[in-house]
Each structure stands twice: as C-alpha cells, then as structure tokens.
T-cell receptor, first 113, second 116 residues
Framework: GDSVTQMEGPVTLSEEAFLTINCTYT??????LFWYVQYPGEGLQLLLKATKADDKGSNKGFEATYRKETTSFHLEKGSVQVSDSAVYFC????????????FGQGTRLTINP | DTEVTQTPKHLVMGMTNKKSLKCEQHMGHRAMYWYKQKAKKPPELMFVYSYEKLSINESVPSRFSPECPNSSLLNLHLHALQPEDSALYLC???????????????FGPGTRLTVL
C-alpha cells in the first residue's frame, strides 16, 4: 500500500538557519503530495502542495518539489523563524475525488532565538 | 475562505454518556472527513462522506456513529466510549471533483475529547 516516510525528529535549529525536512513516498500511481503544519493545540493547516512531477509548491518561504525519480518531496526554508516551531506532516493522496490522506509520522521542529 | 469550524473545542465525557461533535463548512465542498489523532501521532482516517453518503469507513467501532445531515454539516455521535478513545478529533473537507488540484483537504481546529 501507499506510505510516507519522514525524517526522524525532533529537529532543533537556531533562528535564521536553513531547514530541510526529508520526505519520501511509496505509491502505485501518481499521487498528489502535501505538507501540513500543526501548531501546538491546533488543527492541521495546509502549507503547500504539488499534484504532478516537477511541480514546486511554495508558501510562507517554504518550498518543496515533487521528484518522481527519487519519490521525494523534501520541505525547505532558507531562514527559519521562532514562529515556524510546529509539527510538520508530509502526506499523499491517490486518485481523484474523496480519498484517504496517507501521512508520514510528523517531524517536530523547534526554533531557538 | 478555507474555513472549517468544529464544536465544541473541548469535551469531557464519562463512559456512559452520549455526546456529539459537530463540523461545518461553507465552501461548497462535497466531501467531508473525520480523523482521529492521538498525541504525537499523525491523524488516522475514520470516515469519509461523498455527496452526503458514507463512502469510506475505516473499520471504526460502532460506538462512533457519523452523520451527514446536509452538504455543509458533519456530525460524529459518541456513545459508550472508552478512555483510550481520548484524542483530538479532526474534521476536514474537500471539493470532490474530477481535478486533482481541487481535492485538497482543509482541516478544522479539532475537538479535544477526554473520556473518563
């Protein structure tokens, strides 16, 4: 079945550091890929998405590129802020219409001032 | 506007109580979802409604009973829950269309449920 693997956390960085959170996936077809962020005590917010190979999703300084050849969708940000501290989930869905989201385990990110 | 609202924000109930969680969206989405999230874990899908009909039930125990009264509203009725059912319950919605780009799921803030 489909699966998503994220880098183990937690990740702790200093403000203005470069961030990479690795995400790889296994899928039978051509999934859509997502990054969601969950701030403490809140629900999930869509951060960015990509629906086909070589698409780049971007939002709030975060970027991720859909790499079919390496089955990856790594999240990057050039300069993190304390407010970026949260849990980040990589996810995929296959097919069209109402489909199950398959999540990675989540990566807890803490940014120190 | 991509807002999904959920009420209540917090709920404490005993194992013999009956309660309901409510989810609402006014984005015209025709697919709605219930997820359960335990601490430090990703969300797990429970149910999916497509055009107000139950399309996916991930083998959820019958003490959880979903209901979709109309295209904007989704309920989760709870009865005889166990302490291990304590979790964050998340609702989501998506447009449900023929285009992959339109099937993004948008989540509500969740209801934090504690079963005593």
């Amino acid at each position: 079945g489909d699966s998503v693997t994220q880098m183990e956390g937690p990740v702790t960085l200093s403000e203005e550091a470069f961030l990479t959170i690795n995400c790889t996936y296994t899928a039978t077809g051509y999934p859509s890929l997502f990054w969601y962020v969950q701030y403490p005590g809140e629900g999930l917010q869509l951060l960015l998405k990509a629906t086909k190979a070589d698409d780049k999703g971007s939002n709030k300084g975060f970027e991720a590129t859909y790499r079919k050849e390496t089955t990856s969708f790594h999240l990057e940000k050039g300069s993190v802020q304390v407010s970026d501290s949260a849990v980040y989930f990589c996810a995929l869905s296959e097919g069209q219409g109402a489909q199950k989201l398959v999540f990675g385990q989540g990566t807890r990110l803490t940014i120190n001032p | 506007d991509t807002e999904v609202t959920q009420t209540p924000k917090h709920l404490v109930m005993g194992m013999t109580n009956k309660k309901s969680l409510k989810c609402e969206q006014h984005m015209g989405h025709r697919a709605m979802y219930w997820y359960k999230q335990k601490a430090k874990k990703p969300p797990e899908l429970m149910f999916v409604y497509s055009y107000e009909k139950l399309s996916i039930n991930e083998s959820v125990p019958s003490r959880f009973s979903p209901e979709c009264p109309n295209s904007s509203l989704l309920n989760l009725h709870l009865h005889a829950l166990q302490p291990e059912d304590s979790a964050l319950y998340l609702c989501a919605s998506s447009q449900h269309s023929a285009g992959k780009d339109l099937d993004t799921q948008y989540f509500g803030p969740g209801t934090r449920l504690t079963v005593l």
